[in-house]
């Protein structure tokens, strides 16, 4: 089949986006391609279609758990089969996975950067007709990269096992030094280059400087329209502001991390249905989600980075529409910002100290662990031994790019149930009526349970059979010790991978690549985000592209800067009445933020803040900072 007609037969689409179809050609022609993509472009089409129609599997590298398991999910829906490996596996699941390869029944694989550092995986991919690779979230591999994993470097040894093999490097945020990175440490030669241009011409980006940012929240809220995102930087805070919002009559819920499963799914659905309008969340949100009317992306607390402030922008206007990303940026973020770095980056000697005492709290002897997946109570790890959270979690991190663990927050280990037995095997069975009862519910509600393992809500199983949650779990353990099923819970706890056995703390060494180098990288990255939030000298936009490598471009017209730009140039039209409106206002309520007079609608914003200029200079009205108060006679 042709790229088209795969297209058309697995996903009912008539032509592929820009740049698409470019990059499936040079990859089938067997040459190493790059494809740069912005967030929603629709980069995994990329590798899915090419997958059916190379005669092998497809290998996927990945480094989004949640994602790989969406993916899957949804290719069989589409009636292509794929299966997935990472660290949080049962070794059944994972056999199941590794048989289903080398038996050709999958058409691609997705694994985690980690798999590619076990010894036993390796050896059972040489066994699998491999015909190409794809190497998602790109970034991850070049120490210039927002990202850097050192697991990711594993890919280039790939290289020497499956030569000739075709690779397909992805990102949706890369700048041109990552962009040659990534060439040279897969060890690409001459690879071909696709880019699609990062502008989104129907996106506004607006920064407002506000120490109220709470009122500055509500007040774009209540004036503009249709689906929102408000991005924080704390679960605590998702809830505060959610229940800020509400207060104020804009229906709002929260999102993160450590919601369970179910919580999660609820959250999103009423959300995509529009039962919510605004969910307010941490980066957690995002993976996955996919609604293209989401009108306005809020960032209350300030990115890290460009490129993390770009993708998660980027989930506004997706359907083409007019759409906002507004930034608040109070006085007080921009040493905040600063703070990260030290934050990110605690003195070695305390990130030595964390290693040892993980190792005493999972209790692993030295020279032990190796290849053993730890649940693994950060909150609990913290409190025991008086650990800051933040400085911990960083440590944490370190010692992962370091290759001594694999530290992983995914809270999104769902229940999964395969069955065991014959169909008519279920007919000797000795079991109480409940247990029954949830045995022929799954088997009503939850197809392929025979073949393979499937992702069931304990909870959903209670409502269909009108009892309790308890009832559900006791039963699903009952059928598990009978071999009846094989029954995982959720997993609601964080996990840490020993990719080696422990060592004492004075053997390990913290990389340049993983420490100082990763250090300067953020540093740069901070630079940038400031910048762009608090220098008010140039298009946002512009400023943007210019980041990732876009030089020859033109002013939006959109952002705030070009709007106030225009507003300068343009002759002002003064309303006597709204300006005696305005003065009468300033009177009675005092000095003010000149934010609180704008209304949200960013013409309305430019017209009043003409007017006020103009009153200033007529000597009615007095502008001091960010404040105005009226001049009284």
Same mark, same amino acid.
């Given at each position: ?19 698409? $179809? ?25 590798? #899915? ?26 290719? %069989? ?65 070049? #120490? ?60 506004? !980006? ?55 499963? $179910? ?23 995002? *993976? ?11 960032? !209350? ?68 662990? %190796? ?19 933040? *400085? ?20 999104? *280990? ?7 037995? $014959? ?91 993983? !420490? ?37 471009? #033109? ?22 009445? !709204? ?27 430019? %017209? ?26």
């Amino acid at each position: 089949m042709t790229p088209a007609e795969v297209l058309s037969r697995y996903w009912g689409y008539d032509s592929f986006r820009p740049v698409q $179809e470019d990059i499936i050609r040079s990859f089938l022609s067997g040459r190493d391609t790059i494809g740069l993509m912005p967030t929603g472009g629709g980069k995994s089409l990329t590798f #899915q279609v090419p997958a059916m129609i190379f005669d092998g599997l497809t290998l996927v590298v990945t480094p989004l758990v949640s994602l790989m398991k969406d993916q899957v999910d949804s290719l %069989f829906e589409h009636g292509i089969r794929a299966v997935y490996l990472h660290s949080g596996l049962s070794r059944r699941e994972v056999r199941l996975a590794v048989d289903r390869c080398r038996a050709g029944y999958a058409r691609l694989i997705y694994v985690s950067p980690e798999k590619l550092s076990q010894q036993f995986f390796i050896d059972d991919l040489k066994t699998w007709h491999i015909c190409a690779i794809v190497v998602d979230e790109a970034h991850c591999i070049s #120490q210039w990269g927002y990202d850097f994993r050192p697991s990711y470097l594993k890919i280039r040894d790939l290289r020497q096992l499956l030569p000739g093999v075709p690779v397909l490097a992805l990102t949706a945020s890369a700048t041109p030094d990552v962009v040659r990175d990534v060439a040279d440490k897969l060890q690409m030669t001459d690879p071909a280059i696709f880019s699609k241009s990062f502008d989104r011409s129907n996106l506004s !980006y607006i920064v407002r400087h506000d120490e109220d940012k709470e009122g500055q929240l509500i007040r774009i809220l209540l004036n503009t329209r249709g689906t929102a995102i408000v991005y924080v930087r704390s679960r605590r805070r998702t809830r505060e502001l959610a229940e800020v919002l509400n207060k104020a009559g804009i229906s709002a819920d929260y999102y993160h991390a450590g919601l369970s499963p $179910e919580d999660k799914a609820r959250k999103q659905d009423q959300w995509k249905s529009g039962e919510t309008r605004v969910i307010v969340a941490t980066n957690a949100f995002g *993976m996955g989600i996919d609604k293209p009317d989401v009108r306005v992306v809020i960032h !209350y607390d300030m990115p890290s980075s460009l490129e993390e402030y770009y993708q998660e922008a980027g989930r506004a206007g997706r359907d083409g529409n007019e759409s906002y990303a507004v930034l608040l940026a109070a006085k007080k973020d921009k040493a905040l910002l600063s703070r990260r770095l030290t934050d990110s980056f605690p003195p070695k000697d305390r990130i030595l100290r964390v290693y040892e005492l993980l190792g005493n709290f999972l209790d692993i002897v030295v020279g032990g662990g %190796f290849n053993v997946v730890y649940e693994f109570n950060f909150d609990l790890f913290c409190k025991t031994f008086s650990l800051q959270p933040a *400085m911990t979690r960083s440590a944490l991190t370190i010692l992962t790019r370091s290759g001594y663990i694999e530290y992983s927050d995914d809270m999104m *280990m769902r229940s999964r149930v395969m069955i065991l037995v $014959e169909k008519p095997d279920f007919y000797n069975l000795d079991v109480d009526s409940v247990t029954d009862s949830v045995l022929q519910c799954l088997l009503r509600n939850y197809p392929g349970l025979f073949a393979d393992y499937v992702i069931i809500s304990e909870s959903r199983v209670a409502l269909l059979l009108n009892i309790s949650e308890q009832k559900v779990y006791e039963s699903l353990v009952k059928l598990s010790r009978l071999h009846v099923i094989h029954y995982i819970p959720r997993r609601e706890t964080p996990y840490v991978y020993y990719p080696t056995p422990r060592q004492l703390p004075r053997y390990l060494v913290i990389p340049k690549a993983a !420490y100082e180098d990763r250090r300067e990288a953020m540093k740069e990255r901070l630079e940038a985000m400031k910048r762009f939030a608090y220098d008010e000298g140039e298009c946002r936009s512009r400023l943007l592209l210019g980041y990732f490598g876009e030089k020859e471009t #033109q002013e939006c017209g959109k952002c705030d800067y070009c709007r106030a730009k225009k507003a300068v140039a343009a002759p002002l039209r003064r309303d006597s009445d !709204y300006e005696n409106r305005l003065i009468a206002y300033l009177s009675d309520n005092g000095p003010m933020p000149v934010d609180r007079l704008f209304s949200g609608n960013e013409a309305r914003r430019n %017209f009043i803040a003409a007017t006020l200029r103009a009153l200033a200079e007529d000597k009615l009205v007095r502008l001091d900072g960010n404040f105005v108060a009226a001049i009284k006679n």
